[in-house]
């Protein structure tokens, strides 16, 4: 199968371009005026990362060993430093790494020397990793003490409400007896899992996780078997949220929510949407708005969030949801593991792609691979009868919506066309539930919700429970009690909403998706009909609105060979199968 990003494995440096590492370089981005001697004239570049001796900006402008290079750095305080140096190494592109130079600084003013070595220092404590008594640490660090409260509040995190799961994992509803672990054959003669307990050793054998904007889920293989793994609450996905108690611990998943509930300034849900984003971009302002945690701009200009006079990157936060889904899958396996194979969204460029693997380094992981989640998704389905010649896969996560055309004619997948929008995804829809909902609570009292940020957290969980509702009911009840005090008292909230209402509250929404969809159609000069299936992934996908647009759009029914919220950690899991077979090169 091709590699999904299309770019032909990076070839090794060639001898007179060594990439020694003698020192250790910090994660650092931020604005740089570039201009080498064959140059006519400065270029606006960002670094990528600073050692003492220098940093690497990435680029494919050409350049030779040993070549000058004046620099203008914009540091975080706004002031320009005025470097110099030489070009010690040039790198080739390679998958989720740019082509750039390293630059060794030379010649530099003392006074400027000395504010870059500032600069070194404060990226190197942004990025800072605080190990603790275990092996493998989640990233946030509060000294020996707290790290054991982190780990103990780990080990007994509150069972989660009696949560559905959403429409998208009709497993969880109720108090029957747990299904075992559900299966996919990486090949069709493939073995199947074991029902229960650890499987039997063979091949070593590959995890791979799916950090997902709003949930996220790990998968295992063992020789020719995928079995996605359960949680420590019993669920198989976990919500992306990262919570701090008053006594210092940290937590994740169903107790994190339980926070952001009661305590919105203690909690963040989603870290995923701000993983490599800088705190200033535009696109990113309205959405800190309405963050209820203390947030603030980090000494790189990336977003950092504060509790406790403790300041947090987003790495480190995304790296605690990692590092759950990690214990659960050593528990799983019976042994430790070091590589995973990640998703991601198809609109990450190569920052974000450099953060979310520094999340996977700080909780002891080393990514082997990625693979985009629609292509992973395109992957589960490869075994079902109408996965042939020209099928797409349409993909409405949590927080993100992807598209991908992939051509199933040959032997192998190959993807003709991809396009995602990184602001788009299930939470909308929940949204604008509760944006109605607190619409018809202000008529009634004259009392806006939106203000008051645990009274709003509560509507958008009371609005999500009625989506998923909503996907087998004609009609729920979007219900919050005690949600605000009068002088007579605490009132509810309680708005009746009808499916076809949804519907209608969410149809831009849901018409936004086709406008990436016909991004896509266009890259590939291929029409909707020309598609022969449409295969679902996502857990917004079950929700009938969604399904009746996606059949009328491309003019034909579309299909789920597996439950839709598994179908990118699943594909994933054949992902890492397929890179150690040799049938996808890394």
């Keep these: 199968m091709a590699d999904p990003r299309n770019r032909a494995p990076a070839p090794p440096p060639p001898p007179s371009s060594p990439r020694r590492r003698g020192e250790e370089r910090h994660a650092f981005r931020v604005a740089i005026d570039v201009k080498c001697s064959s140059w006519e004239r400065f270029h606006q570049l960002f670094s990528l990362n600073i050692a003492r001796s220098g940093l690497f900006v990435p680029t494919e402008r050409a350049a030779q060993l040993d070549e000058a290079v004046e620099l203008r750095l914009r540091a975080p305080d706004g002031s320009v430093l005025s470097l110099h140096g030489r070009v010690r190494h040039t790198l080739p592109a390679a998958p989720h790494r740019p082509a750039g130079l390293g630059v060794e600084l030379s010649g530099v003013a003392e006074l400027d020397r000395a504010r870059y070595q500032e600069l070194v220092q404060r990226a190197a404590t942004a990025n800072a990793v605080y190990p603790d008594s275990t092996p493998s640490a989640p990233a946030p660090s509060r000294g020996d003490a707290a790290e054991a409260k982190a780990q103990a509040a780990e080990r007994s995190l509150p069972a989660p409400e009696a949560d559905p799961g959403g429409p998208a994992s009709p497993s969880a509803r109720g108090s029957g007896a747990r299904p075992s672990p559900p299966a996919a054959a990486v090949a069709p003669r493939a073995t199947p899992a074991p029902p229960q307990g650890r499987p039997a050793a063979r091949a070593a054998p590959l995890v791979a996780i799916d950090l997902g904007t709003s949930r996220s889920s790990v998968a295992a293989v063992v020789g020719r078997t995928v079995s996605l793994v359960r949680l420590p609450d019993g669920g198989w996905d976990s919500p992306s ?250 009132i509810g909230l309680e708005f009746t909403v009808t499916r076809a209402r949804f519907a209608e509250l969410s149809r831009e929404i849901v018409e936004r998706s086709f406008e990436t969809c016909t991004q896509a159609l266009e890259l590939s000069d291929v029409s909707a009909r020309d598609l022969n299936a449409i295969y679902l992934s996502g857990g917004t996908t079950y929700i009938p609105a969604v399904r009746e647009a996606v059949a009328r759009f491309f003019g034909k029914q579309p299909r789920a060979a597996v439950p839709p919220e598994r179908a990118v950690v699943t594909g994933a899991a054949i992902y890492a199968a397929l890179l150690r077979s040799g049938a996808i090169q890394s």
């Design 241 to 490: 949220v990262v919570g701090f108690a008053e006594d210092g611990a940290v937590i994740v998943g169903h107790g994190a929510r339980q926070l952001l509930a009661t305590d919105p300034r203690r909690a963040l849900g989603s870290p995923k949407r701000l993983l490599g984003r800088l705190y200033d971009e535009s696109a990113l302002a309205p959405y800190l708005a309405t963050l209820a945690i203390p947030h603030a701009r980090g000494p790189a200009g990336e977003i950092q969030i504060h509790v406790d006079r403790t300041a947090y990157s987003i790495e480190q936060l995304c790296a605690t949801l990692i590092h759950r889904l990690k214990q659960a899958a050593e528990a799983f396996l019976g042994h430790a593991i070091a590589e995973v194979v990640l998703s991601a969204p198809v609109g990450f460029d190569e920052c974000r792609y450099e953060a979310l693997r520094e999340a996977a380094r700080i909780a002891g992981l080393r990514v082997s691979e990625f693979v985009d989640e629609p292509t992973a998704a395109a992957l589960t389905h490869r075994f079902d009868q109408d996965f042939r010649g020209l099928v797409a896969v349409y993909d409405y996560g949590g927080g993100t919506f992807d598209f991908s055309i992939v051509d199933a004619s040959a032997a192998d997948v190959h993807v003709v066309a991809t396009a995602g929008d990184t602001w788009l995804g299930g939470d909308d829809f929940d949204a604008a539930l509760a944006g109605a909902a607190a619409d018809d609570f202000w008529r009634q009292h004259r009392i806006e919700l939106r203000h008051q940020a645990v009274q709003w957290q509560r509507l958008l969980f009371a609005a999500e429970r009625a989506k998923r509702e909503l996907s087998t009911h004609d009609e729920t009840v979007v219900r919050v009690p005690d949600v605000a005090l009068r002088q007579q008292g605490t």
